[in-house]
């Protein structure tokens, strides 16, 4: 029998090693099987029964190097020397594999918070899902997180990630540098996140073929967005034009991701947030979640939970003193008009 594996061009040196030095170990491992590297395809020649075998462990090795970003000769050697597949449930430390993604480095990216696990959970069962919360909730990470996994698993063709270019008390124009400069800074949390999860020379190549794209929510109008895994960010700075036509940009084999936070809206006064819009219209509508995270999911600094509940506390009793006010006019002006009746 001889079979032949196709590796993708981003993966040949990680899985091969270097100068095929991992091609070389196998070749020890199966010495009754010819093993031959040439490009980014390997060809195994032997026994049906050999053959096989093999195949189905060098899967598991680019399962391991997919999740890992690396392939060690020790990895080798347990992968190929165990007994049964559940070695594989388990990441590097025993512990069981409730894992979303593995970063750069072996890092673990796995949901800390109940709802964080109720997000993982929810773009399971859903081609559509909203995270609203306050910041350092872990929303964008979540779900740039599962978009990696989707493509690491060949589930989706593409990443698309996306936000509003909304200026926060800044003004665009004056940044330094062409339009993509000038929008780098608003989509610079995405990068961030990207960064993590992948090396970096993979990452850029992604991005010059276009596997990975990130652009401003404008760049999206008139596109149909096919087998991909989409992420707005940000979004209760899109307007509600906006928004619907964001929305309506899925296609075919597509997950949508919406982020935002409803405290922060940075757009003018005469203008709506879309993502409260939505949450009022689109609940209910099967296919569609909305999760709500909340100051027990901040997984920044413990001076953010304390920080986020300040305000959460300023703004209500500001909002009870603007009630209060209301309340003292109307009475007011319910005095003056009891005022302007004749009396008998």
């Known amino acids: 029998m001889e079979k032949t594996i196709t590796l993708e061009n981003h ?17 020890n491992i199966y010495p009754k099987l010819k093993i031959t590297a040439r490009g980014n395809e390997i060809k195994v020649i032997g026994e049906d029964s050999e053959v096989e075998a093999f195949i189905a462990r ?23 020397a165990a007994e049964d597949e559940s070695f594989f449930l388990l990441d590097k430390n025993g512990n069981a594999n409730d894992v979303i993604v593995h970063g750069r480095d072996g890092r673990v990216i796995k949901a800390i ?65 062409d339009l993509r400069d000038k929008l780098d800074p608003y989509l610079q949390p995405l990068y961030d996140a990207l960064w993590d999860m992948m090396p970096m020379q993979k990452l850029l190549t992604y991005m010059e073929e276009k596997t990975i ?17 989409v992420i707005l960010d940000e979004a209760q700075n899109a307007t509600e034009a906006q928004l619907k036509m964001f929305l ?29 819009q939505a949450s009022k219209i689109l609940k209910g509508i099967k296919g569609i979640d909305f999760v709500e ?12 939970t304390k920080i986020i509940e300040t305000y959460e506390r300023w703004d ?12 003292k006019r109307e009475a007011e002006r319910n005095g003056e008009k009891e005022e302007d009746l004749p009396h008998s």
């Open 316 to 327: 209500a009793a500001r909002a009870a003193e603007a009630a209060e006010r209301k309340m």
């Open 293 to 304: 995270l909340d100051n027990r999911d901040v997984v920044r600094h413990h001076l953010v």
């Open 113 to 177: 918070t109940p709802n964080q696990k109720r997000l993982v959970e929810s773009a399971a069962k859903n081609d559509m899902v909203f995270a609203i919360g306050p910041a350092g909730t872990g929303k964008t990470y979540t779900a740039v997180a599962l978009a990696v996994r989707a493509l690491k698993n060949k589930q989706i063709r593409r990443i698309i990630l996306t936000r509003p270019a909304v200026e926060a008390g800044e003004n665009l124009g004056f940044l330094p540098g």
């Open 11 to 27: 993966e040949i040196v990680g899985i091969c090693g270097v100068n095929n030095a991992n091609i070389d170990l196998l070749r």
């Open 248 to 276: 309506t940009r899925m296609g075919k084999n597509a997950k949508f991701f919406i982020t935002g936070d409803i405290t922060q809206i940075d757009l003018p006064k005469h203008q709506h947030s879309g993502l409260i």
């Open 213 to 229: 794209e990130i652009a401003p929510l404008a760049f999206m109008r008139g596109r149909t967005l096919d087998n991909a895994y």
């Open 58 to 80: 060098f899967e598991l090795l680019v399962v391991h190097y997919e999740h890992f970003e690396q392939l060690t000769e020790t990895d080798i050697l347990n992968i190929t």
